[in-house]
């Protein structure tokens, strides 16, 4: 089993920065994702960015040169930093640890990040 604790979302004016932390717990993997993706009322939950457990990144295209993904293996822990936000960063943002090896996807409660303008 996994748990994952996010923190660090919140309100924040256009063009502000705001940084979303998700530690995991439980088990470990050797090959892993972990990532984050938002989801607003009415759409379906998108990918925002993830990363390896070895550093390879991807991002969404709407997110590019913004936002920033990385992890700290030993803490279990992945960060986004998102910088110059825009009032359609405004979601509820989950993070996501993927094990393809075993086909398992383990998600976190969900923290909302408001972006006014």
């Known amino acids: 089993q996994v748990q994952l604790v996010e923190s660090g979302g919140g309100m924040v004016q256009a063009g502000g920065s705001l940084r979303l932390s998700c530690a995991a717990s439980g088990s470990i993997f050797a090959i892993d994702f972990m990532g984050w993706y938002r989801q607003v009322p009415g759409k379906q939950r998108e990918l925002v960015a993830r990363?390896?457990?070895?550093?390879?990144?991807n991002y969404a295209d709407s997110v590019k040169g913004r936002f920033t993904i990385s992890r700290d293996n030993a803490k279990r822990t992945v960060y986004l930093q998102m910088n110059s936000l825009k009032p359609e960063d405004t979601a509820v943002y989950y993070c996501?640890?993927?094990?393809?090896?075993?086909?398992?996807?383990?998600w976190g409660k969900g923290t909302l990040v408001t972006v006014s303008s």
């Open positions: 990363i390896t457990n070895g550093g390879t990144t």
């Open positions: 996501n640890l993927n094990v393809p090896n075993i086909g398992m996807d383990y």
